[in-house]
C-alpha cells in the first residue's frame, strides 16, 4: 500500500468516516486532560452525546430544504456557553452522525472545521452576545454573527471541491453557483437565532448555573460574579431575617 492508496481511500465514504471518528476521539479526550473525579467524565460525555445527538437530529429534519437547518446557531449557542472545546467536541460528532444520515464524503471533514469555528467565535465573542450579568443574550449581534457564518460556514466547505477537482477555477464556479444557498443558510440562521436562541440561552444558562462550582471550573467570569453577588444577597437576607444568628448563649443553651 502506497502513500497514493491511502489519499484515495482517505477520500471514500468508509475512509472519511474512521479519519474523523479519529480525531474526535482525540478532541473529546482533550477535554478529559486534568480530571480528577470519575463522575466528571460520565457527565461530558453525556452532555457532548445529547447536544450532538439533538443537533444532527434537527439537520436531519430540515434536509428537505435546502441549506436551511438550526445547528449553525446550537453550535453558536453550545461555544458561548460551554466553551470552545466542547463546542468543538459536539461539532465534529455532530458532522460524523448526521452524515451518516445525509452522505458522507470529502465535505464532512469542512463541515467539522467550520462548526468548530462557528463554536469557538462565540466562546470568543461571549462579552458581545450576553449582556453584563449573562443572564439574557443579546439577539441583534448574534443574528448578525449567525448571518455572516451563514457565508463563512458554506465557503468553508465548499473547500472540499478545491480536493475534489483540484483547480481554482472549478473552486470560484463552485462557490458562485452556491450564493444563492449560502444567503439562504445565512438568512435561515438569522430566523433561527429569532426564533429559538432565547429558549435555548435560557436552557443552557441554567445548566451552567446548576452545575457552577461542581463540574465546570472554567466559569465564564459573569456567572461567577452573579453567584458571588446572590450568595452575599443571601446571607445578607438571613442576617436581617435573623438578627441574632450566630450569637452565642452564656448559658451554652440552644
Given at each position: 500500500m502506497n502513500w497514493d492508496s491511502i489519499q484515495t481511500w482517505a477520500m471514500t465514504p468508509g475512509g472519511i468516516a474512521v479519519w474523523?471518528?479519529?480525531?474526535?476521539?482525540?478532541?473529546?479526550?482533550?477535554?478529559?486532560?486534568?480530571?480528577?473525579?470519575?463522575?466528571?467524565?460520565?457527565?461530558?460525555?453525556?452532555?457532548?452525546?445529547?447536544?450532538?445527538?439533538?443537533?444532527?437530529?434537527?439537520?436531519?429534519?430540515?434536509?428537505?430544504?435546502?441549506?436551511?437547518?438550526?445547528?449553525?446557531?446550537?453550535?453558536?449557542?453550545?461555544?458561548?456557553?460551554l466553551?470552545?472545546?466542547?463546542?468543538?467536541?459536539?461539532?465534529?460528532?455532530?458532522?460524523?452522525?448526521?452524515?451518516?444520515?445525509?452522505?458522507?464524503?470529502?465535505?464532512?471533514?469542512?463541515?467539522?472545521?467550520?462548526?468548530?469555528?462557528?463554536?469557538?467565535?462565540?466562546?470568543i465573542l461571549r462579552p458581545l452576545l450576553v449582556n453584563w450579568d449573562g443572564t439574557k443574550v443579546r439577539i441583534l449581534p448574534l443574528a448578525l454573527l449567525a448571518f455572516v457564518w451563514g457565508f463563512l460556514f458554506d465557503w468553508i466547505v465548499s473547500l472540499s471541491a478545491l480536493a475534489i477537482y483540484q483547480s481554482f477555477e472549478a473552486f470560484l464556479t463552485f462557490i458562485i453557483a452556491g450564493l444563492i444557498f449560502d444567503a439562504m443558510h445565512a438568512v435561515g440562521n438569522v430566523l433561527f437565532t429569532i426564533w429559538l436562541a432565547p429558549s435555548l440561552h435560557q436552557l443552557l444558562w441554567l445548566h451552567r448555573r446548576h452545575e457552577a462550582g461542581r463540574?465546570?471550573?472554567?466559569?465564564?467570569?459573569?456567572?461567577?460574579?452573579?453567584e458571588t453577588r446572590m450568595a452575599e444577597s443571601r446571607a445578607e437576607?438571613?442576617?436581617?431575617?435573623?438578627?441574632?444568628?450566630?450569637?452565642?448563649?452564656l448559658d451554652g443553651g440552644e
Open positions: 474523523l471518528t479519529l480525531l474526535f476521539g482525540l478532541f473529546f479526550g482533550s477535554l478529559l486532560i486534568n480530571v480528577d473525579r470519575r463522575i466528571r467524565l460520565g457527565r461530558e460525555a453525556a452532555l457532548i452525546a445529547l447536544l450532538a445527538a439533538v443537533a444532527s437530529a434537527s439537520r436531519v429534519l430540515f434536509a428537505a430544504l435546502p441549506n436551511v437547518q438550526p445547528v449553525t446557531l446550537f453550535i453558536l449557542m453550545i461555544g458561548l456557553h466553551g470552545a472545546r466542547r463546542a468543538t467536541a459536539v461539532a465534529m460528532l455532530t458532522a460524523l452522525l448526521s452524515n451518516m444520515a445525509l452522505g458522507h464524503g470529502p465535505w464532512t471533514f469542512y463541515q467539522a472545521i467550520a462548526w468548530a469555528a462557528v463554536g469557538t467565535s462565540s466562546a463540574w465546570y471550573p472554567d466559569l465564564p467570569m459573569d456567572t461567577i460574579e452573579r437576607a438571613y442576617r436581617q431575617e435573623e438578627p441574632l444568628a450566630g450569637v452565642e448563649r
